[in-house]
């Protein structure tokens, strides 16, 4: 991930995704949407994964707030709008902007209940809310890991691909987050 925003960082306009938005690339809204999408979003990877320590919670609160709060910025200032703008103008059929516009409208739903939640001093929904922010922030990762998998396996053309892809990127994160707050509320009850 970080390679490709290097590789972006050249602002060539033939390199990885970039070769199969061509049509798009002179539009200055998605120009400019996709390099801030980009170069933004390895904030909101790095943020978000920090927030998850508990060590860092405890002895660094502050510190914790701050990166919150970089996070948050980043996903409903940033990203989400740039997001939806990319999400437009996705490849493939209906299908494939669907789940983008989908993944991108809940993102910031969950970021930002999340802030109402603690500002509400409610920790657990907090709590909750973040992972599954995350979990749609991840999707930056998983997305592309689908691709190596899929294209692996299946050998797809690269429009199926994309399409399955779309969905694949967030909809196992976001199971995977709701087993985690299940498998917590549990562990919780037991002890």
Sequence with gaps: MLRMVIDY????TDIHFL????????L??????????VFSSIFALAAGLTQFSDYLLKSYRRIHRMVGKIYVFDILLVNFPAG???AVYANGLLPTKIAFIILDCLWFYFTYRAVTAIK??????HKRLMIRSYALTFSAITLRSWKIVLMYLFHPDPLTLYMIDA???FVPNLLFAEWLICRRKTTSAVN
């Design 84 to 86: 939806l703008i990319m």
């Design 167 to 169: 969905w694949m990127g």
């Design 19 to 26: 070769r199969f938005k061509q049509e798009y690339i002179n």
């Design 28 to 37: 200055p809204w998605w120009k400019a949407a996709f390099y801030v999408h």
């Design 9 to 12: 960082s050249s602002f060539r």
């Design 120 to 125: 509400k001093g409610d920790v657990a929904a």
